[in-house]
């Protein structure tokens, strides 16, 4: 089983690990993608006023500018530690056990705009990057992205991929067509019936249902498999009519 987790944009500072390899990345085929993206981001910075722009940097932001500019130099931490915000608050990763982390670091993938899926626990320098960004000199981001990371989703050799991203970062890379896999759209069900998406809880729900799978580690490799783990450890998860799983919370 492969989970697919789409980043934040909420990043905790620093870290004690060595400055970012590409080689020390999950998915070595997207090598080539992920030095381009740095380079091109590092150029950027080099002005502060475009880069800001390009970003969509407020004036209290601008220091972001100077953490792309080192992104070749910084310390890094592993992926699932250096996100914040509501999923990764859920998921609380330090909080987990060894064998939970080691879990993680097997089963989980986090797809971040610059370096495309990476493992859990890649180490990962702190950066500023949205899936929806133009940067000189790089081709849009889908464009840059999708083809790429389709294929190397389709030879990570995963039986089983729930896909967690949101809709912005499956556009990065949709896991392939012959690849068995499932998306979870996270609802709610209103008093007349009616069902809507969620965004704050949406997050939340992702988070905590992945801490659980990191907790009790199954054994899962199919749609039915995940569906009857799913509904044994209390999570309200269906079929939906267009092929997705409706997650209702």
């Not at 020390?24 to 381009?36: G, I, M, S, V, W």
């Not at 499932?182 to 997050?203: D, I, Q």
Request: aromatic residues 6%; without cysteine.
């Amino acid at each position: 089983m492969l989970v697919l987790l789409p980043p934040s944009e909420t990043k905790r500072a620093g870290g004690a690990g060595a400055p970012w390899d590409a080689a020390a990345l999950r998915l070595p085929q997207l090598t080539p993608e992920r030095e381009a993206v740095v380079s091109a981001l590092v150029a950027l910075s080099r002005d502060e006023d475009a880069a800001a722009k390009v970003l969509k940097l407020s004036a209290r932001q601008r220091g972001e500018v100077a953490v792309n500019a080192s992104l070749r130099s910084s310390p890094t931490m592993p992926a699932v530690d250096r996100y914040t915000g509501v999923l990764f608050d859920a998921l609380d990763p330090s909080s987990l056990d060894a064998r939970a982390r080691r879990w993680l670091g097997e089963h989980v993938l986090i797809h971040s705009a610059p370096f495309g899926p990476v493992g859990a626990l890649d180490p990962l320098p702190a950066y500023r990057l949205g899936a929806g960004a133009s940067v000189p000199g790089l081709a849009p981001l889908r464009r840059h992205w999708a083809a790429p990371v389709t294929a190397a989703l389709g030879e990570a050799d995963a039986r089983f991929i729930l896909d967690l991203r949101s809709e912005a970062y499956v556009a990065l890379g949709p896991v392939p067509h012959d690849s068995a896999s499932a998306y979870v759209r996270v609802v709610t069900t209103g008093e007349g019936g009616e069902v809507r998406a969620l965004n704050h809880f949406n997050k939340h729900a992702k988070g905590d249902l992945v801490r659980r799978l990191a907790q009790e580690r199954p054994r899962i490799a199919s749609r039915g498999a995940f569906l009857r783990w799913a509904e044994a450890a209390g999570f309200a998860v269906a079929d939906a009519e267009n092929g997705e799983l409706r997650l209702t919370v």
